[in-house]
């Protein structure tokens, strides 16, 4: 199994421009969530999805967008990047049965950039 | 704001020493989960203590929970180089499946 992976590793933007993180996991999680870490901030959550089909923001949505694809896939979009953005995403899931009492497992991390 | 505060930021200790991280938070909570952290690396899970649990252990972790300060603590004993990185607490919100993470606590391990 691979866990949760997330692509790309690395990417540098221009301010303005838009892209999207992925995130898939083969652990039949139900929930997945996006986090951004700034230096010395800890994780700050952007979005989740408590199960298939549902989304919800977190601390600190403005500016992204999510979609949960399907029970695997969970990506985050940024229409207009702005430099404020420059952080490392990770993406985690979370629970095969529904409940509060579940770990999260994470990803490696995008390292975004936006100049 | 953040839920979970870490305190100390910093902590820098020799090989065999024990390790003290504390965490505060500020609204009630199903659980409390702690986390590490390997420079440049995802979070790995540790130890999940449940609110009406006092005390976890997990090996050369202990944890333990006091609800009515809203603050946990989580021991690592005779600790190792390898155990040096960041350590986060991470809560659920009001019963939700959102979790909120503190902001660590970075530990050193001289050998």
């Known amino acids: 199994n691979a866990g949760v992976t997330q692509t790309p590793k690395f990417q540098v933007l221009k301010t303005g421009q838009s892209m999207t993180l992925q995130c898939a996991q083969d652990?039949?999680?139900?929930?997945m969530y996006w986090y951004r870490q700034d230096p010395g901030m800890g994780l700050r959550l952007i979005y989740y999805?408590?199960?298939?089909?549902?989304?919800d923001k977190g601390e600190v949505p403005n500016g992204y967008n999510v979609s949960r694809l399907n029970k695997r896939e969970f990506s985050l979009r940024l229409e207009s990047a702005a430099p404020s953005q420059t952080s490392v995403y990770f993406c985690a899931g979370s629970g095969t049965l529904p409940s509060s009492y579940n770990e999260q497992f994470f990803g490696p991390g995008t390292r975004l950039t936006v100049l | 704001s953040q839920q979970g505060e870490e305190d100390p930021q910093a902590l820098s200790i020799q090989e065999g020493e024990n390790a003290t991280m504390n965490c505060s938070y500020k609204?009630?909570?199903?659980?409390l989960q702690w986390y590490r952290q390997n420079s440049g690396r995802g979070l790995v899970h540790l130890i999940l203590i449940r609110s009406n649990e006092r005390e976890k252990h997990s090996g050369r972790l202990r944890v333990t929970l006091d609800t009515s300060k809203k603050s946990s603590s989580l021991l690592i004993t005779a600790s190792r180089a390898a155990d040096t990185a960041s350590y986060f607490c991470a809560t659920d919100s009001t019963g939700t499946y959102k979790y909120i993470f503190g902001t660590g606590t970075r530990l050193k391990v001289l050998a």
């Open positions: 999805s408590a199960s298939e089909g549902t989304t």
């Open positions: 609204t009630s909570i199903n659980n």
């Open positions: 652990m039949n999680h139900n929930s």
